[in-house]
């Protein structure tokens, strides 16, 4: 089996791995109860899924242009998924929308109004 041969093989299991996590990722979204549930649905599953995906597609083309691309998208959805979550998680707190029985600890308790 040649080296090209082998990289589109693990290329074709990144892609497939990577959509089933998108796709886990959605139903999750669709399906949680809860905004928290929903936000931890979004981002560590999805961020996975996505990142299977653009190594299978940096498998795939493996041209220089093509790889730092896609390396700048993967470093992008790092950065941003988790301050996206974060946003997310303060702003359904700060609007009444988390039931507060369901945290183990409640650090903002101190800086309700």
Known sequence: MSVGTLADWLAAVALVAGALLSLAAGI???RFPDVLDRMHAAT?????????LLLGLALRL?????LGMIAL????QLATAPV????IGR???RSGRVDRALL??????DQRK
Do not use: N, S
Request: overall charge negative; glycine content about 8%.
């Open 28 to 30: 999750g979204v669709l």
């Open 44 to 52: 560590k599953p999805q961020v996975l899924g996505a990142l299977l």
């Open 62 to 66: 493996r041209t220089p242009a093509d």
């Open 73 to 76: 998208v993967g470093m992008f």
């Open 84 to 87: 996206a979550a974060q946003m």
């Open 91 to 93: 702003a359904a707190y």
């Open 104 to 109: 183990d600890r409640d650090e903002l308790a």
